[in-house]
């Protein structure tokens, strides 16, 4: 029976001051273990940078233990992370990029940004991926629970009620037609 392929993983994942559980060998054999044989990780940029994000990512999956692919996220937009997707694309085999529209003041990039990554994914034949939640939103209901006193895992989920996401859905839809 061939293995199954897990395109959503965050292996070693350094975000908000914590980074995942699982590194690269840890997590790929658990997933094995399950029967997956391929995930495909998100590599973060350093400082908005794709090539640094790359590199970084590289080194840490020399623990692999089996094949493994990567989308890259793209975290702020000029004319050098434009070059950089090319390069990604063309040199790197990666052929889809993360938008995160949640995560204020980490990974949050603007509806601008948004849509100039877009552009360009479909300049490049690439898949553009969104993570949609209406991250100004969201930084309030946050600011919300903590002064209430609700800081545990219920939390999460009382900061970003359903029509966050699918005002965010629709927002990003309507970019990608333009």
């Known amino acids: 029976m061939p293995g199954g392929i897990d395109p959503h993983t965050h292996l070693e994942f350094e975000f908000m001051n914590t980074v995942t559980k699982d590194e690269f060998f840890s997590g790929q054999a ?18 908005g940078s794709l090539t640094a994000g790359f590199k ?62 877009l552009k360009k994914c479909k300049s490049l034949g690439a898949l553009a991926m969104v993570h949609a939640e209406n991250g100004d939103a ?25 029509v966050l996401e699918g005002e965010a859905t629709a927002r990003a839809i309507r970019l990608a037609d333009l």
């Open 30 to 47: 658990a997933a094995l273990a399950g029967g997956t044989t391929m995930p495909i990780d998100f590599a973060i940029p350093i400082d």
């Open 56 to 117: 970084a990512y590289e080194k840490k999956a020399k623990k692999s233990c089996m094949d493994y692919g990567f989308h890259m996220a793209i975290t702020k937009w000029d004319e050098t992370v434009a070059r950089e997707m090319e390069l990604m694309v063309k040199e790197k085999g990666i052929n889809s990029f993360k938008f995160f529209m949640a995560y204020k003041g980490a990974l949050m990039i603007g509806d601008e940004l948004l849509l100039q990554g």
């Open 138 to 162: 969201v930084d309030e209901g946050q600011k919300k629970m903590i002064e209430l006193g609700i800081t545990g895992p219920e939390g999460h989920a009382l900061s970003r009620p359903p």
